[in-house]
């Protein structure tokens, strides 16, 4: 998807048309559609010769460009996980594997990226109660896969936002929830992680729409991306506009949230609570 948004804004920025580039790499206007969109894999040849065609003359720029192409060919970790992810989610965990930060907004529930195991199960049995168990400890070990970004090498930074009801609701009750709440205290202790709370007392907030992500990665030519989730499918946007809208909104959250240094204690009030409760 990355590579396919440069290669369209490199070709618009040519006045190239979807036809003359379709011709240049013996292809038709609908394949190069979808290769812009990206819904096809990547011929390192046709990159080629399309950043040709583009006037990508920079040795630099063509290597990062054909670099992401090998890249979007490779096969992820998440594919043995086929079985149990829609194809628009395999997208969003290749993204989320190559970005340099993320930041994301919850209303509901805590981050994929840090759920305990059980509150995880808990999440997962929500949306996919009729399943085996079999198929849902597979969907269950996609999230605990997942967070192992959170520790490797050159690991991103998330910065987490969440709103005091995705604390509240007792997801898989009170055990449970006690259990989430100190996996949340032990993330705030990694270097590469930042907590916020939105609080109930700050009433009507910036991001009244729901919960997304922005991913940024360490490519500054490539664009940074939305992800906004829904019950069976998923939006990703790029365009500026959209970018825009949704990093001020976050912005804004960020400062009607309480302070990152304020989240420890509040976590611990919360956790407090939940063990005070019989």
């Not at 970790?77 to 930041?103: C, H, K, N």
């Not at 209303?107 to 059980?118: A, I, M």
């Not at 990703?236 to 960020?254: G, H, N, P, T």
């Amino acid at each position: 998807m990355l590579l396919g948004s440069q290669l369209r804004k490199l070709r618009e920025a040519n006045g190239v048309t979807r036809e003359a580039a379709g011709w240049e790499i013996r292809a038709s206007e609908s394949k190069i559609s979808r290769m812009e969109l990206g819904r096809v894999g990547f011929k390192e040849r046709d990159v080629a010769d399309l950043l040709t065609l583009y006037g990508v003359n920079d040795k630099s720029e063509r290597e990062a460009l054909l670099s992401l192409a090998r890249q979007a060919n490779t096969q992820g970790w998440w594919q043995r996980f086929s079985d149990v992810l829609p194809s628009w989610f395999q997208a969003y965990l290749g993204l989320e594997t190559s970005a340099g930060m993320i930041r994301t907004y919850e209303v509901q529930f805590v981050p994929g990226l840090l759920q305990s195991r059980e509150y995880a199960r808990a999440v997962v049995m929500i949306g996919h109660g009729a399943a085996g168990l079999d198929e849902i400890d597979r969907r269950v070990d996609v999230r605990m896969a997942r967070q192992q970004l959170l520790t490797r090498p050159g690991a991103p930074h998330l910065w987490a936002v969440l709103d005091e009801a995705v604390l509240r609701r007792p997801i898989g009750g009170r055990t449970v929830m006690r259990t989430q709440i100190a996996a949340l205290i032990d993330a705030t202790k990694l270097s590469n992680v930042t907590i916020q709370v939105v609080p109930f007392s700050a009433g009507g907030h910036a991001a009244a729409g729901g919960a997304f992500t922005i991913l940024r990665f360490p490519d500054a030519e490539l664009p940074d991306v939305i992800y906004t989730e829904q019950l069976t499918s998923a939006l990703y946007l790029d365009k500026r506009d959209d970018v825009d809208q949704y990093a001020a909104a976050m912005e804004r959250l960020c400062v009607e949230a309480a302070p990152p240094d304020r989240t420890l204690a509040l976590l611990e009030r919360v956790l407090h609570e939940y063990d005070s409760e019989p």
